[in-house]
Each structure stands twice: as structure tokens, then as C-alpha cells.
T-cell receptor
Framework: GENVEQHPSTLSVQEGDSAVIKCTYSDSASNYFPWYKQELGKRPQLIIDIRSNVGEKKDQRIAVTLNKTAKHFSLHITETQPEDSAVYFCAAMFSGGYNKLIFGAGTRLAVHP | ETGVTQSPTHLIKTRGQQVTLRCSSQSGHNTVSWYQQALGQGPQFIFQYYREEENGRGNFPPRFSGLQFPNYSSELNVNALELDDSALYLC?????????????FGQGTRLTVV
């Protein structure tokens, strides 16, 4: 069935370090992979996304890589700051005639000053 | 902010009651999806509405139903509430039905069933 696995579930880093979150997906037909940041009590906020015709995408301190053959995609945050602390969700779009996002279980990132 | 608004923001209901949650989509978006996010978990897809019709559904029982109106706003109705229905309910709006369409979330409705 459709599934997205996300690791690690928690991640603690020092300010200025890099953070990497990894996801794998099961639906080989998926071709859109967004990442959302959710702060406590707030909505999931789209921070970056990647489509299957691209292997890597960068936006300032955030980058996402995609390996379609291995069905892996990863979020990389460089020069982390305390305000990066939040729960991050990866997702893959199910492509069965309508748009359904399958989410990972989330990674709680804590950036310590 | 995304332009997707939900009401109410918080709600407390008793087991067995019925509830209606509302969502206004972002301007220019004709597709609304509803998700349930239990505490500590990722959002789970409930269903999607496109041009006023349900065109996709997740693993939720029929007591979860919805509507989409001509202005593309949407409602989620849940009948016979159970304690496990306590969650954050999120709606997401998107433009069209393309396979790589960005979805933007509202702030959610926190439903507590007691």
C-alpha cells in the first residue's frame, strides 16, 4: 500500500550544525514530494518541494534531494538556527487520479543555542 | 499566511454528537482536501473535493462526509463522534488536479471529543 517512512523521529543539533531528515516512499508513480514545517499549534507550512524530473533543489539554507530509483528523498538544513526548531513532515503525492498526500510520521528537530 | 481559513479554531463535543467544520480555500483554488492529524502523528487523508464532488477518499468510515460549494469552500461533517475522533482537522486547498500540485493548509480546527 501507500506508505512514507521518515527518519529520525527526533533530531537534536547545536546551532550552526547541519540537519538531515530522510524519507522513503512506496508508490513508484509518485512524482511530487513536499516538505512541511509545523510549529507547535500551527498549520503545516510548505517550505520546499521537489518534482521527479529534478534530482536536487536548493532554497537558501534548505535543500532537498530525490533518488527516484531508490525511492528516497531527503531534507538538508545547513547553518541551523533556534527558529528552525519544529516538527518536519515529508510527503509524497499519490497519483491515482486525485491529489492525496501521504505523510511521514514527522521529525521533531531541536536546535540548541 | 496561506489564504486558507478554517472555522472554528477549537471545538469540544460530546461522544455521539455531530460536528461541522468549515474551510475557505485560497483564491483561485478549486480543490479542497481534508486531513486528520492525531497528536504526534502526520496528517492522514480523509477525502478530497473537486468541482463540488468527492473524487477521492482515504480509510475513513462513512460517518465522515463533506460538501464543496460553488465558491469552492468546503465543509467536513462527522456524525456519531467517538473519542478517537479527537484530533486537529486540517483542510488544504490546491489549484486543479495536476499530479504535482502544491497544497496549502489552513490553521486547523482542534476537535476534542469527551
Amino acid at each position: 500500500g501507500e506508505n512514507v517512512e521518515q527518519h529520525p523521529s527526533t533530531l537534536s543539533v547545536q546551532e550552526g550544525d547541519s540537519a538531515v531528515i530522510k524519507c522513503t516512499y512506496s508508490d513508484s508513480a509518485s512524482n511530487y514530494f513536499p516538505w512541511y514545517k509545523q510549529e507547535l499549534g500551527k498549520r503545516p507550512q510548505l517550505i520546499i518541494d521537489i518534482r521527479s524530473n529534478v534530482g536536487e533543489k536548493k532554497d537558501q539554507r534548505i535543500a532537498v534531494t530525490l533518488n527516484k530509483t531508490a525511492k528516497h528523498f531527503s531534507l538538508h538544513i545547513t547553518e541551523t538556527q533556534p527558529e528552525d526548531s519544529a516538527v518536519y513532515f515529508c510527503a509524497a503525492m499519490f497519483s491515482g487520479g486525485y491529489n492525496k498526500l501521504i505523510f511521514g510520521a514527522g521529525t521533531r528537530l531541536a536546535v540548541h543555542p | 499566511e496561506t489564504g486558507v481559513t478554517q472555522s472554528p479554531t477549537h471545538l469540544i463535543k460530546t461522544r455521539g454528537q455531530q460536528v461541522t467544520l468549515r474551510c475557505s480555500s485560497q483564491s483561485g483554488h478549486n480543490t479542497v482536501s481534508w486531513y486528520q492529524q492525531a497528536l504526534g502523528q502526520g496528517p492522514q487523508f480523509i477525502f478530497q473535493y473537486y468541482r463540488e464532488e468527492e473524487n477521492g477518499r482515504g480509510n475513513f468510515p462513512p460517518r465522515f462526509s463533506g460538501l464543496q460549494f460553488p465558491n469552492y469552500s468546503s465543509e467536513l461533517n462527522v456524525n456519531a463522534l467517538e473519542l478517537d475522533d479527537s484530533a486537529l482537522y486540517l483542510c488544504a486547498s490546491s489549484r486543479g488536479q495536476g499530479a504535482s500540485t502544491e497544497a496549502f493548509f489552513g490553521q486547523g480546527t482542534r476537535l476534542t471529543v469527551v
